[in-house]
């Protein structure tokens, strides 16, 4: 039996609760509703949590299956032959209500050697922020292993992080080490490696939702946390109807795409698949002969496979990623 023609792909969500989580995925990004959804995994391949097709011919099917049956038709010649049947990255969109723990993760050679996975690089781009909502982002002021140690054993860890006021629209490269924490108020997109780990260093001492505190990760994160001073927030300057860089990693390559016109794209990146992340409008992509509409929350997947298609734009704006 012939396999079907791969097309334009969305995926289900699944939503997370999280004590921090509140309810703008359903209100603003139209997930369902739910009580404290912290989270929405757009596409997944990470273990327990692998995404299923949501439209179409392999409505049902995982990832996983998909590209263990298509190959580099789905994720692209390049992709394939550096991940095999493992899905590299991880999108979320995430509602923070509270703040959410003060936290790093690890690079990769780290991670391999401790948990047998990828390290987490990932980058977030901000849909909403209310008034005075804030980001932690790393330290404000110099701090080394030894003079952390002692912040962290007279429990003064909240005086050394430095706090930045957010606003919509904004970008940040989150790199292996940062100390961060999205905080109240902030809902964002999240691109990043296919990864859970997470080293946990504070948490406002605040109990989980079953009423016990959250493991602490104090010893592991002390090799993993990047003293030496960054700056995260990614600098551009906005574009109609062409691409606007935010990000190129080793991991992932992140564009901005706000079209207030119809968009065609032919032979771009085709050794890699292609996602979209819609945070703003409503859009219709058409590809061999198949047509997927998606709107301010929802995100799709274009086969490598489908090198030529088109986006016919009701003031979308997107987030548009490949794997380099």
């Not at 995430?94 to 990932?122: M, W, Y």
């Not at 992509?285 to 301010?296: D, E, L, P, R």
Request: hydrophobic letters at 35%.
């Amino acid at each position: 039996m012939d396999k079907p023609t791969l097309y334009p792909l969305k995926f289900v969500p699944e939503l997370k609760q999280k004590v921090w989580g509140g309810s703008k995925l359903h209100s603003l990004l139209n997930k369902k509703e739910g009580n404290a959804i912290g989270e929405s995994w757009e596409l997944s391949g990470v273990e327990g949590t692998i995404s299923k097709v949501a439209n179409g011919a392999l409505k049902g099917k995982k990832i996983t299956q998909l590209i263990q049956e298509y190959n580099a038709a789905i994720v692209g010649e390049r992709v394939y032959a550096k991940y095999k049947d493992t899905f590299p990255l991880l999108f979320k969109f995430i509602d923070a209500h509270q703040d959410l723990s003060v936290q790093l993760h690890p690079n990769d050679t780290l991670a391999q050697q401790r948990h047998n996975t990828f390290g987490k690089t990932e980058m977030w781009y901000v849909l909403q922020a209310e008034e005075n909502a804030q980001l932690i982002l790393g330290f404000n002021k110099k701090l080394n292993k030894d003079r952390y140690s002692e912040i962290v054993q007279t429990n003064t860890i909240t005086s050394v992080l430095n706090s930045e006021r957010v606003s919509k629209d904004e970008a940040y490269f989150i790199a292996p080490g940062l100390v961060h924490a999205i905080g109240a108020g902030v809902l964002l997109a999240e691109i990043q490696q296919t990864s859970d780990i997470t080293y946990r260093i504070y948490d406002w001492d605040r109990p989980d939702t079953d009423g016990t505190l959250r493991e602490l990760h104090t010893k592991d994160a002390l090799d993993a946390i990047q003293f030496t001073a960054t700056n995260p927030k990614i600098p551009y300057t906005n574009s109609l109807d062409k691409r606007v860089q935010l990000v190129s990693c080793p991991y992932f390559v992140t564009h901005k795409l706000q079209l207030s016109k119809d968009f065609s794209i032919k032979n771009f990146q085709n050794e890699s698949c292609k996602v979209y992340m819609c945070t703003e409008g409503k859009a219709m992509f058409t590809a061999k002969n198949s047509s997927v509409t998606i709107q301010k929350g929802e995100t799709i997947l274009l086969p490598a496979s489908c090198t030529h298609y088109q986006i016919k734009t009701e003031n979308a704006t997107f987030l548009e990623v490949y794997i380099p």
